[in-house]
């Protein structure tokens, strides 16, 4: 089955602890992406990646890190993560395509629930 | 600047009436993609509808219509015959590069 998984679904966490959030595809996408989810405010983009070994900043990038080192994953790091970052986070992929990845519909995870303390 | 706005917080109707979620979208760009998203109380979002900005015809899918008005830069969304299970928040957002995304349209239906 196609799909976008994260891991993990839920985590309460406290001011500081490192973090990992991690989202991996099977769709042999292009392009993936993070995203923040907070009341009133729709989604907002943290990072994106056209491609392996690329990765490029969105609207909200401070406090976040990513990766690409295989195709298929694309972590969310927290290095210390603060009370600002509680939220709603989907991670999303979508093939490549020339003129603009984000042109095709994005399949999203099922979201992890962050909360920090 | 781009932007999508959803002027609708939240949507309350009884079940079988129609309604309407309007979304307006601001960009320079004459080539963009809109797309329209739907997320139950469950959490996860599902894609509904991509429109490319050369392409103004109105799209009809079940009970769901989309209305593309590129002279008001409007993507409106409408269900007709609503039913409980369409309660959910839609959100309209415009692509060029990057997606951005409207606040969202809490859409109630009740029985």
């Known amino acids: 089955e196609a799909q976008v998984t994260q891991n993990p679904r839920y985590l309460i966490t406290v001011t500081g602890k490192k973090l990992t959030v991690t989202c991996s595809q099977n769709?042999?996408?292009?392009?993936m992406s993070w995203y923040r989810q907070d009341p009133g405010l729709g989604l907002r983009q943290i990072y994106y990646?056209?491609?392996?070994?690329?990765?490029d900043k969105g609207d909200v990038p401070e406090g976040y890190k990513v990766s690409r080192k295989e195709k298929r994953n694309f972590p969310l790091i927290l290095e210390s993560p603060s009370p600002n970052q509680t939220s709603l986070y989907f991670c999303?992929?979508?093939?490549?395509?020339?003129?603009?990845?984000?042109?095709?519909?994005?399949?999203f995870g099922p979201g992890t629930r962050l909360t920090v303390l | 600047a781009q932007k999508v706005t959803q002027a609708q917080t939240e949507i309350s109707v009884v079940e079988k009436e129609d309604v309407t979620l309007d979304c307006v979208y601001e960009?320079?760009?004459?080539?963009?993609?809109l797309f329209w998203y739907k997320q139950p109380p469950s959490g996860e979002l599902v894609f509904l509808i991509r429109?490319?900005?050369?392409d103004e015809q109105n799209e009809i899918s079940g009970r769901y219509s989309w209305n593309f008005q590129k002279s008001t830069s409007s993507f409106n969304f409408t269900i007709t015959a609503s039913q409980v299970v369409d309660s959910a928040v839609y959100f309209c957002?415009?692509?060029?590069?990057?997606?951005?995304w409207g606040a969202g349209t809490k859409l109630i239906i009740k029985p």
């Open positions: 957002a415009l692509s060029n590069y990057q997606l951005i």
């Open positions: 769709m042999n996408h292009e392009y």
């Open positions: 960009t320079r760009d004459t080539t963009y993609y």
């Open positions: 990646s056209m491609n392996v070994e690329v990765t």
């Open positions: 429109r490319n900005s050369f």
């Open positions: 999303a992929s979508s093939l490549g395509e020339a003129g603009g990845s984000s042109y095709n519909e994005q399949f």
